[in-house]
């Protein structure tokens, strides 16, 4: 009789790692506390920007993001805020923040998000043969757009890392480069980066029924039941529901940003954080979009979903418990005409999730400290989408005892001591 495991959360990063598990030949629940709410499809990941980022892999504790933080904050709607409300309580994790920028750190961050991207990427591509959804992927691109020389030469610490790390891509130096990938900039954007290779899902939704659909041609269970706690037992794992009661042999939680409160009773406390992102996604002709478009000193990027497009981004610190604070949507949305002036903003559908970080940007996967049945995998901030097939992978080593190929000190519990 094959071996139960429970999934504790169903977003993105759940869905793959009981894809995975599926594979391995345990009998998996997902235990979705949204399923029961009717919220399970209005998530951060069914309302992402659709990217998979593997160029990403900078760390958002960067050095001197320190100095430019308090001009950022002074305005509440700009591309980082801190909700007032939820100040005091972020002291703890500002701090631990602030020691990731340090250089020695942030290089070594890179290193690490370098490494799981690289895994991430070919695991998607193993995905894709085992399960298809290739007609769900697309080759958008994606332009790094930038306002006059200094900005650009600001930037340019981060292209050479780029480069050194293996990731291709081109610089343009002028307006009439720029409109060869994308007519209908505003020429206040001289100067760009095309990542020719970064690929999109054509709507994070449909991906995530898709990847659903697998999991349940599988044999799945999915419970319309959020997990209060998590205990382990003399010889299995004790999963106390709100549906009562629930036993398996093991567990992983992946509950994004409320995982650190399931952690917490296993005895591992964990600076987990939220980036509250914020999103309209417009319908179908609002602008002629042929790339992804990411507007770098503003924190936001535009993407096309389905027939439509979506403008979103920016982070808010905020927690989990206030409201929220839908201008921050509107200003991108008013951000965007400003760049595109033919962009049509009427119809659009205002959107706000939360997004689990940790300070050094990196996520948490490892074996709870209390059992090694019970393994953690959360933390990825805005990019669970990308890194959710290559953490699948990594969270079945760790769950069978084997080797996953890549240094996991970055990612243990361990380094939060």
Known sequence: MAETLAVIGGGVVGLNVALALQHEGFAVTIYDRDEATGAAHRGASHRNAGGFAFSDIFPLASPGIMARAPGWLLDPLGPLAIRPGHALALVPWLWRFWRATR???????????????????????????????????????????????????????????????????????????????????????????????????????????????????AGGEIAAAGVQAVKPGEADIILETTQGEHRGDRAVITAGAWSHRLTAGLGDRLPLETERGYNTTLPPGAFDLRTQLTFSEHGFVVSRIGEGLRVGGAVELGGLELAPNFRRSKALLQRAKRFMPALKTDGGAQWMGFRPTLPDSLPVIDHASATDRIVYAFGHGHLGLTQAAGTAEIVADLMLGRDPGLLMAPFRTARFG
């Open 103 to 217: 250089p020695e750190r942030y290089r070594a961050g890179v290193a690490a998000q370098t490494a799981l991207m690289t895994h991430s990427q070919a695991a998607l591509e193993r995905q894709l043969q085992v399960i298809g959804g290739r007609e769900l992927i697309s080759a958008q691109g994606q332009l790094q757009v930038y306002e006059g020389a200094a900005s650009f030469a600001a930037s340019s610490a981060e292209w050479d890392l780029r480069r050194e790390h293996g990731v291709a891509f081109d610089l343009l130096d002028s307006p009439e480069q720029i409109a060869d990938i994308q007519p209908g900039l505003s020429p206040r954007f001289t100067h760009a980066g095309f990542t020719d290779g970064w690929i999109n899902t054509i709507d994070p939704a449909r991906w995530m029924a898709h990847l659903r659909a697998a999991f349940l041609r």
